[in-house]
């Protein structure tokens, strides 16, 4: 049975991704379903109209909004694209089910079924479909590659006829993915690493990329590998043994991260203080209050010679890769929900359970309920 599945343009302010890419709409394609494309949709990843095939091309998101039995989105559509939609019809994004929950509740009373991406279980089954880790991956490489064009220094030893330049010392805090992929980026370019997290089971895959873990005595991994908040003794311990290195450090990179919750503040203005100047730290929780206490978000702060870069949303700032990675994520997504007889979503399955916000003129997910 063809399913019509749209794609409409994303609206936030600096947002290029595309839900889908080109290659990916043509597999749904050439399964037998229609993909409705909102026109201009993907310009800024990189895909003009022409480049999308057998998608059929519309002019603005209502038309999608109205005729797309899925609608596909990076970020949460404007509430009135989600009031084009017909009710029994799915609405899959990114859709922040903690922020502005009313607009979402309003959707899911008028029989909107939601599923919210980074709500997707933790679980082995579901890491192909797992957006939080693919736009992570784009953006613990790119924290790197602003930390190398604003720090004052080259990364790698370079013996010259000027002489040799000893290798920038980098401080990547959180080893979750953007954090490792962080790290080998920094490796790549020749720095020095150390690494820090809160899960002392991630010192494996830290040292597996050539980087040193920084061991301060405190873990705190959950059940699904998250980290939890720290007690207040915890953070005491951990922020001495943390300050130290942070000193010597030239780059630090700091992408912890809390689900649902503000980020942890790791690097205190003090800690700035006893950091030499010419310093950069790249802070990739910015956008929800960030690690350090000088972050601002959208901003690069002077704080006695040290710079605090604080930039946000960094997966749209190689929007190519990141859409590719975020189609692949939402194409396995799609393969449990589409099946001969069309749409059909299992609230009984665990990766459906876990991501669906709304169903059945409800809202079900048991956190937002």
Not at 152 to 168: D, E, K, Q, S, V
Not at 215 to 238: I, K, N
Not at 285 to 293: H, M
Not at 318 to 325: F, T
Request: proline residues 5%; charged residues 20%; glycine residues 8%.
């Amino acid at each position: 049975m063809t399913v019509q599945i749209g794609i409409i343009k994303e609206t936030a302010p600096g947002e290029r991704r595309v839900a889908l890419d080109p290659p990916t709409a043509a597999k749904l394609t050439q399964a037998g379903h229609s993909v409705l494309v909102e026109s201009g949709a993907g310009v800024e990843s990189g895909h003009p109209d022409e480049a999308w095939g057998d998608c059929e091309i519309l002019g603005d998101a209502a038309s999608v909004a109205e005729r797309a039995d899925i609608l596909l989105s990076v970020r949460r559509p404007p509430p009135q694209v989600l009031g084009q939609m017909r009710p029994d019809t799915l609405a899959i994004g990114q859709l922040a089910a903690h922020a502005d929950f009313d607009e979402l509740k309003s959707a899911a009373e008028r029989s909107l079924s939601l599923i919210s991406m980074e709500l997707l279980p933790r679980i082995t089954r579901a890491q192909a479909m797992d957006v939080l880790s693919s736009q992570a991956t784009v953006a613990g490489y790119k924290a790197v590659i602003i930390a190398a064009d604003i720090a004052p220094r080259l990364f790698p030893m370079l013996t010259t006829a000027a002489g040799t330049l000893r290798p920038a010392k980098a401080v990547i805090i959180g080893a979750g993915v953007a954090g490792l992929q962080a790290i080998a980026t920094a490796r790549r370019l020749g720095a020095q690493v150390e690494a820090y997290d809160i899960r002392a089971a991630a010192r494996e895959q830290v040292e597996s990329l050539g980087a040193k873990m920084i061991d301060t005595g405190v873990d705190a991994e959950t059940e699904g590998g998250y980290a939890r908040e720290l007690s207040d003794d915890e953070r005491a311990q951990q922020a001495e043994a943390l300050a130290r290195h942070l000193a010597k450090a030239d780059v630090v990179v700091s992408t912890a991260a809390i689900p649902g919750r503000p980020a942890p503040k790791i690097i205190t203005e003090a800690m700035v203080d006893d950091m030499n100047p010419g310093a950069v730290i790249v802070d990739l929780a910015a956008e929800t209050g960030g690690n350090c206490e000088l972050t601002r978000a959208g901003e690069t702060v002077n704080h006695k010679g040290v710079l605090i870069a604080g930039p946000t949303n960094l997966p749209s700032k190689a929007p190519l890769h990141a859409s590719e990675m975020y189609a692949k994520n939402i194409h396995n997504l799609l393969a449990l929900l589409i099946g001969e007889e069309g749409l059909k979503i299992d609230t009984e399955d665990e990766v459906i359970a876990g991501c669906l916000l709304a169903h059945g003129g409800q809202v079900v997910h048991e956190k937002f309920r």
